[in-house]
Nanobody
């Protein structure tokens, strides 16, 4: 199983990024999928999730600024983040929420003020 996240980068505060996560060796359509992030010196935290029946969850920190979505045909999960803030700086990872797999490399998001 591999979870390949991409789409991160360096952006100014107020900017946007769309993260992608391609899963191989598993079918996301039968999994609740989630995005997590880990900032330096902090615990990894759940920031958004989408169930296999379409329900979504957002952490308060991203609520109103982000949209999680999935393309089951492409086995890919997305996280659109808008109005980015310096406190969003972290490495972002995706994983199954109901049956976690080994963590991938993640994608780095850096937001400058």
């Amino acid at each position: 199983v591999q979870l390949q996240a991409s789409g991160g980068g360096l952006v100014q505060a107020g900017g946007s990024l769309k993260l992608s996560c391609v899963a191989s060796g598993m079918l996301i359509r039968i999994n609740s999928m989630a995005w997590y992030r880990q900032a330096p010196g902090k615990e990894r935290e759940l920031v958004a999730s989408t169930t296999y029946v379409g329900g979504t969850y957002y952490a308060e920190s991203l609520k109103g600024r982000s949209t999680i979505s999935r393309d089951n045909a492409r086995n890919t999960v997305y996280l659109q983040m808008n109005n980015l803030k310096p406190e969003d700086t972290a490495t972002y990872y995706c994983n199954s929420q109901n049956y976690p797999r080994p963590w991938g490399q993640g994608t780095q998001v850096t937001v400058s003020s």
